[in-house]
C-alpha cells in the first residue's frame, strides 16, 4: 500500500505544483505586438493610429467592454507599462496577458474586420482612440453583430 501512495504522491504532485505557478506567469509583462499601417490602409485607421503615436503614450489602462447578441461579460482592463501588458482583469479575477488589449491590437482588429466583415464601423477619439467598434460579418445575418465600447486613461 505504501507504494501505491508514492506512486499517487508523484503523479499529483507536479498537477499541485503546476496549478500554484500559474498566477506568477500571468503576472510577467508580455511585448505589445506592434500594429504597423500597410500602404493601402483605410485613411482613418491610418491618420489614427499616426495621432496615437504622436502622443508618444507608452504607459495606460485601457478598458475594453464586447457585448454581442451572447452571454453578458464584465469589460477586460489591460494595463500597458512601456509598451508591455503588465496585468489583465476581468474584474476581480486576473487573466493571462494574453486575453487583454492593447491599442495596437485594436488597431489591428479593426484592419481584419474591415477585410472579413461586411460591415465595420469605428467612431474616434482626437487622439485617435477607438470609442466605439461595431462590427457586422454579414448585413442579411440577424444578431450576429459584436460591439466593442474602448476606455483609455493614461497612467
Known amino acids: 500500500m505504501t507504494t501505491m501512495k508514492h506512486v499517487l504522491l508523484a503523479a499529483l504532485l507536479p498537477l499541485g505544483l503546476a496549478a500554484t505557478a500559474a498566477p506568477a506567469a500571468a503576472a510577467d509583462p508580455q511585448p505589445v505586438q506592434p500594429f504597423v499601417p500597410g500602404i493601402n490602409e483605410e485613411?482613418?485607421?491610418?491618420?489614427?493610429?499616426?495621432?496615437w503615436q504622436a502622443k508618444g503614450i507608452d504607459d495606460y489602462v485601457i478598458t475594453v467592454r464586447e457585448s454581442c447578441f451572447c452571454v453578458?461579460?464584465?469589460p477586460v482592463e489591460t494595463v500597458i507599462r512601456n509598451d508591455r501588458t503588465v496585468r489583465v482583469t476581468r474584474g476581480d479575477r486576473r487573466l493571462k496577458a494574453s486575453?487583454?488589449?492593447s491599442m495596437d491590437e485594436l488597431?489591428?482588429?479593426i484592419r481584419s474586420a474591415r477585410?472579413?466583415?461586411?460591415?465595420?464601423?469605428?467612431?474616434?477619439t482626437p487622439r485617435g482612440v477607438p470609442s466605439s467598434i461595431a462590427i457586422d460579418p454579414s448585413t442579411m445575418v440577424a444578431d450576429e453583430e459584436t460591439y466593442y465600447t474602448v476606455t483609455l486613461s493614461r497612467l
Open 43 to 51: 485613411p482613418d485607421l491610418s491618420t489614427a493610429w499616426q495621432k
Open 72 to 74: 453578458r461579460t464584465q
Open 99 to 101: 486575453r487583454g488589449w
Open 107 to 109: 488597431y489591428s482588429l
Open 115 to 124: 477585410t472579413e466583415a461586411e460591415r465595420v464601423d469605428v467612431e474616434w
